[in-house]
């Protein structure tokens, strides 16, 4: 079993800036890859962006270019350095970890507010 804990979530204004965090405990040793997913009110959850234990990047569209997803193995926590910041990124965001198995774990989620 694996447990995420995310933190840093928040209110920013319009082109601001939130970094997020997730801790991951318990059976480490499995995870695969860990990233971060949202869902926005009346939304369906989406992809926000993903890392593999080996450093493999992957973005959402709408993130691309704004959003940095990095990963401290050593301290099983993966973060998430968001700019930039648009209203239309306000939702709650869920980290996400899948280990070797193909089996999803997932954070309570946290709440990213941008507005002015």
């Known amino acids: 079993q694996v447990q995420l804990v995310e933190s840093g979530g928040g209110l920013v204004q319009p082109g601001g800036s939130l970094r997020l965090s997730c801790a991951a405990s318990?059976?480490?040793?499995?995870?695969?890859?860990m990233g971060w997913y949202r869902q926005a009110p009346g939304k369906r959850r989406e992809l926000v962006a993903t890392?593999?234990?080996?450093?493999?990047?992957n973005y959402a569209d709408s993130t691309k270019g704004r959003f940095t997803i990095s990963r401290d193995n050593a301290k099983n926590t993966v973060f998430l350095q968001m700019n930039s910041l648009k209203p239309e990124d306000t939702a709650v965001y869920y980290c996400?970890?899948?280990?070797?198995?193909?089996?999803?774990?997932w954070g309570q989620g946290t709440q990213v507010t941008v507005s002015s």
């Open positions: 890392i593999t234990s080996g450093g493999s990047r």
């Open positions: 318990g059976s480490t040793f499995s995870i695969y890859a």
């Open positions: 996400h970890a899948v280990d070797y198995g193909d089996y999803d774990y």
